[in-house]
């Protein structure tokens, strides 16, 4: 049907400005619901990629750690963390009944290297005994982690040459992770002796990192795998009841203070689509209530022309529906510019791990707000269609006349 | 083609006044016939538009038939009956009626838009020619005086080539010449072969017309 095609985008054209508040006001409509399931979706995904990439039931740092939130701060935001003990409490927390593996880590931080304008957690491990990170090597460039190698997380660019610099310490790079959402995606993984090579390399350029632990006998964390048949509870209790100094916290307890982050975090992001789609919605009906309203003479002489009451209604649909898709459109794009470059930051700031879904699964749902968007925007016209085809035409020309 | 009233008659509910009930039109009976052209005269309020609503299928009798040829108009349902306005009735509204978003060529054309059977562009310019307005073919209606935007009007009712033509007050707000202009269109319209029915307050226009009625409190006599 031509007229349909003609007449709502010579309507719309001829009030530009009304138009474009109601196509911003559409915009807002997808652009909340887009933006806002990608961030909820991500913050889920995140913390499901948490709770797997921790892959130890237990984490145990040295007491003062405990207390600063260093641990957490380096998991979730990526800061930079060093804290030490000696490995004394190492082999203690190995003797605990239920610690099936224990596999200790060294942290240091690098200065701002060559590689990145922040420091980079530097964490050293041994291959032989550790279980959460070897498993998340997702590409390999070389062979087995040797000295000198390293493993770099999933946000660090691989420079051409494939070594990085710390320390004045040049290392090669044998492998890179796969993405986890954390902050441990900036992170860098060296065996032992490497990462204490660094260390004394640090030390002889001027950084004093370690005042009363001998680096050689040092750790910064043990990451604990219980065994068959014992609760992870009881036996992160046994390990702060029997070792001092100590604070080892299940890997439970520690999911769930960001599950309840992530909770009220998606209950307020819920909270904010919702209303601005109250608020546009009203917005919305009221403006095209006003808009049959004034257009109401012209409905009146388009039936007299021969128009159906079905057309009428068409014709004021096709305006709304014109108006919500390329605003839906609009609002769709601005949320995925919004959302893919600065979900990272976002993440930063809420300290929740955020992992985007699948490119597929952005678009589906972008498509879905896009259609939404478009449908609440027409139905927020439905009434006043409605109300257009009952309008009385004769009565309306009188009027008018 | 004929349009024919039987005994039709419009009952409105009115807030004031003694009784509620009152009627606009009472049993009117009216036939309008191929090349003939009606004049319908009658104080302001005496229910000519209210009869003229109710042959152009736009308002439905509380008593009485409408027929198109055969077919009782408000049998039908308001698609096909909306259809058949805009294929065989032309209808001049009281009153402005031009659509603000459009041109004027354009708003000639309109009819032709509704069910895509266009209206040629020729055909349409060749009637604001007729009608003394083609210089202001690409004009917005807001720019159009009273006068002019009548005659778009008319204009646009005979855009489709309609069978019948209703005409609401046509001359209203022409001056002597334009009025002239406007009632020997309709008799040329009528000798062409349209049923022509013509609401006016116009003296003039009892010389161009064949049959004359008056309305009277919504009784419909003829001179
Ligand atoms: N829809 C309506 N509701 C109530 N009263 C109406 C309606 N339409 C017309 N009338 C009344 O019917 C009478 C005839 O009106 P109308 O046909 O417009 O008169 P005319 O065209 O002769 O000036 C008037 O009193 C008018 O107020
Ligand atoms: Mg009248």
């Not at chain 1, 240091?108 to 957690?121: D, H």
């Not at chain 1, 128009?307 to 839906?328: C, D, H």
Request: hydrophobic share 45%; glycine share 10%; with cysteine.
């Amino acid at each position: 049907m031509k007229l349909e095609r003609v007449l709502p985008m010579k309507n719309l054209r001829r009030k530009p400005a009304r138009t474009a508040a109601l196509v911003l006001l559409s915009a807002f409509l997808a652009l909340s619901v887009f933006g806002g399931s990608v961030m909820v979706l991500s913050l889920r995904n995140g913390l499901k990629s948490y709770e797997s990439r921790l892959g130890a039931d237990i984490v145990a740092v040295p007491y003062q750690a405990r207390t600063k939130g260093s641990f957490e701060s380096i998991l979730l935001q990526g800061i930079p963390g060093m804290f030490y003990m000696d490995e004394k409490y190492y082999n203690k927390i190995c003797a605990i009944d239920g610690v099936e593996a224990a596999a200790p880590q060294f942290y240091l931080a690098s200065t701002s290297a060559g590689c990145c304008s922040v420091p980079v957690q530097i964490i050293g491990f041994d291959p032989e005994r550790d279980f959460t990170v070897q498993p998340w090597v997702r590409e390999r460039y070389a062979g087995e982690l040797g000295d000198g190698d390293i493993i770099v997380g999933s946000e660090l660019t691989v420079p051409k040459d494939g070594t990085l610099t710390f320390y004045d310490t040049p290392c090669r790079i044998v492998a890179q992770l796969g993405k986890t959402g954390t902050g441990l995606d900036t992170a860098v993984y060296t065996n032992m002796s490497t990462i204490k090579a660094m260390m004394r390399s640090a030390e002889s350029l001027g950084f004093h990192y370690l005042t009363d632990v001998d680096p050689d006998h040092a750790v910064s964390a043990v990451m604990i795998r219980v065994a068959e048949g014992y609760d992870a509870e009881a036996v992160t209790g046994d390990i702060n009841v029997h070792v001092r100094h100590v604070e080892a916290s299940a890997a439970a307890a520690m999911l769930s203070s960001v599950a309840g982050g992530l909770r009220s975090v998606s209950g307020v992001i819920v909270l904010l689509v919702a209303a601005v789609w109250v608020l546009a919605a009203a917005v919305l009906s009221i403006a095209f209530a006003l808009i049959s309203h004034e257009r109401a003479k012209e409905f009146a002489v388009l039936r007299v022309l021969g128009a159906s009451r079905n057309m009428l209604s068409r014709l004021l649909l096709a305006e709304a529906a014109i108006v919500s898709f390329s605003g839906a459109a609009i609002g769709a794009s601005a949320a995925a510019l919004i959302v893919f470059p600065f979900g990272k930051a976002i993440s930063a700031a809420m300290e929740l791990p955020y992992l985007m879904p699948p490119l597929g699964t952005v678009l589906a749902i972008g498509a879905a707000s896009l259609l939404l968007s478009t449908v609440a925007g027409a139905l927020s016209a439905a009434l006043s269609a409605w109300r257009v085809s009952r309008n009385d035409a004769g009565l309306l020309l009188r009027e008018g006349a | 083609m004929v349009l024919r009233a039987e005994n039709v008659s419009r009952r409105f509910l009115r807030q004031r006044k003694g009784s509620n009930v009152f009627y606009a039109v009472r049993g009117a009976t009216l036939a309008l016939a191929p090349g003939s052209l009606t004049e319908l005269t009658g104080r302001s309020g005496s229910g000519k538009s209210t009869l003229l609503n109710l042959l152009a299928g736009l308002l439905e009798p509380t008593e009485g038939k409408v027929f198109l040829d055969g077919t009782d108009l408000y049998a039908l349902e308001d698609g096909p009956r909306s259809r058949l306005r805009n294929q065989t009735l032309g209808v001049i509204p009281q009153g402005q009626t031009a659509l603000g978003a459009l041109t004027v060529l354009e708003n000639v054309l309109l009819p032709g838009l509704l069910y895509g059977l266009p209206c040629p562009r020729e055909r349409g310019e060749e009637l604001l020619d007729q009608v003394g307005i083609a210089p202001l073919k690409n004009a917005c209606p807001t720019e159009l005086s009273g006068g002019e935007l009548r005659r778009l009007a008319i204009a646009r009712a005979l855009a489709l080539r309609p069978g019948i033509l209703l005409a609401d007050e046509p001359t209203g707000d022409l001056d002597d010449e334009n009025t002239r202009t406007v009632l020997s269109l309709l008799r040329r319209s009528a000798d062409e072969g349209l049923a022509v029915l013509l609401v006016t307050h116009e003296r003039e226009a009892a010389g161009y017309a064949d049959r004359h009625y008056r309305m009277d409190g919504g009784v419909l006599t003829e001179d």
